[in-house]
């Protein structure tokens, strides 16, 4: 009879602390509590089309966008999911302007949790691929005490865990703790995620590109240079690459993680940092993508060394494969004294 894999992330998760004696347990629960907070959104993402839930409620969040009723859904999951876990100290959303303290009545812990609850949320109504995205540090204030605003600004180095779930043809939570990159998908029959790519490595160089070409007008000299070389015939590298973008981060970037290719969202004379969050999404996602070999780049700087100077900074970004982001770096050095971001011309 042939071997049936059954490895739930539950039992990974266990099995992955016993190869570390002086683990305490106590992230390997915090993982367990994100993966029950996952399942719910889940469920309620794959019901959006037959409740009602779809539409704006009528809010704007911190960044004056609409609040869809499936972001504050996702959100206050997983505050419910965390608080009371007694693994936190505090937490913060992308939803949420201010820092989220954990209730009085509930135990503080050692580590810190920032999350995007619903990205790529634009895309819901249209039931494209959403995810949620989520970066774990340990707490730098004495222990004990409610975390601070200090605990949460810190650099993505310092990340001891992060990961996202895509909701899309099936759900994946994928996630690293510095020890390889895992990801498992959710089994709706009976609820539980199962290992399915264990150990993911990007491949070095890829053929998939990922970035919202309308935008080409106002892009740094270097880059517009970086695409039109990307669709140029040339059989040694392997060009024409092909264009991909779903407009959903998490999705993207999960594609390209397992094909290889390169997402951007960079600067433009519009925007000079960018369309994306440091915190919530850049550092989340260049843990996991630098974890399974990748690379990830403001452009000139590694994301995960930025130092971060407030909770909803933003940054142009530039992730995946490491051959195809140091591309784009070379090309836009080589023109960086011809562009001024956020310089309307
Ligand atoms: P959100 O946090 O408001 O959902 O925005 C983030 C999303 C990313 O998932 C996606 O890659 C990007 O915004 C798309 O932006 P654009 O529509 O400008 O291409
Ligand atoms: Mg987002």
Known sequence: MPQIRFMTLSRFIIEQEKLHPEATGELSKLLHDLSLAAKVISLEVNKAGLADILGFTGDSNVHGEDVRKLDMFAHNMMFNAMDHGGHLCIMASEEEEDIIHIPAKFKVGKYVLLFDPLDGSSNIDANVSIGTIFSI??????????????????????????????????????????????????????????????????????????????????????????????????????????????????????RNLLYGGIYMYPADSRNPNGKLRLMYECNPMSFIVEAAGGRASNGKQRILEIKPGTLHQRTPIFIGSEYDVRMVEEFMAKEEKTFSPGKKR
């Open 137 to 254: 540090f340990k707490r730098i204030t004495p222990d004990g005490k409610p975390g601070t605003l200090k605990d949460c600004l810190q650099k993505g180095v310092r990340q001891v865990a992060a990961g996202y779930i895509v909701y899309g043809s099936s759900t994946i939570m994928v996630y690293s703790a510095g020890h390889g990159v895992h990801g498992f998908t959710l089994d709706p029959s009976f609820g539980e995620f199962l290992l399915s790519n264990e150990s993911i490595r990007i491949p070095q160089k890829g053929k998939i590109y990922s970035i919202n070409e309308g935008n080409y007008l106002y892009w740094h000299p270097g880059l517009k240079k970086y695409i039109k070389w990307l669709q140029e015939e040339d059989n040694d590298s392997e060009r024409p690459y092909t264009s991909r973008y779903i407009g959903s981060m998490v999705a993207d970037i999960h």
